[in-house]
């Protein structure tokens, strides 16, 4: 006799937006290793996380706007076109936060990466 699976949990789904293969890469893998998140795409290009974020809207995008040509207007298009979707940016420099939910420095992000997710999902 099989048992059936229960219901999976409700993962949220993160897009990562940086120039940087290594750094995306990184990220992704720390991501995936969590139960309650799922990377949804993986991107340095700006053209490609439009399209990514037509076809699957994520509950966060991680992006960083200095390493994406023309990142401060991604984020715009983000904010008008996918208003419930939460913008996390991260970078080396706190001035790249533009408009932004959040940031985190990308040398604090094993640390602060994931509560900062789970914080932003949770309201704050």
């Given amino acids: 006799m099989s048992k059936l699976a229960g219901p999976q ?3 949220a789904k993160v897009l990562i937006i940086d120039g940087s293969a290594v750094a995306c ?3 992704a893998l720390m991501l995936s290793r969590q139960p309650d998140l799922v990377v949804c795409g993986v991107t340095g290009d700006a053209s490609a996380a439009v399209r990514l974020v037509a076809v ?9 706007p200095a390493m ?12 008008t076109a996918h ?3 939460l913008i996390l940016a991260w970078s080396v420099s706190p001035l790249q936060r533009m408009h932004a939910d959040t940031f985190v420095l990308k040398e604090l992000a094993p640390k602060e990466m ?3 997710i789970r914080r932003l999902l949770n309201g704050g």
């Avoid at 994406?68 to 904010?79: F, N, S």
Wanted: charged share 25%; no cysteine; proline share 18%.
């Fill in 9 to 11: 949990p409700v993962r």
């Fill in 25 to 27: 890469e990184g990220l």
């Fill in 56 to 64: 699957e809207p994520p509950d966060v995008v991680v992006i960083d």
């Fill in 68 to 79: 994406v040509p023309t990142g401060d207007r991604l984020i715009e298009y983000l904010r």
């Fill in 83 to 85: 208003p419930a979707t």
């Fill in 114 to 116: 994931l509560p900062t």
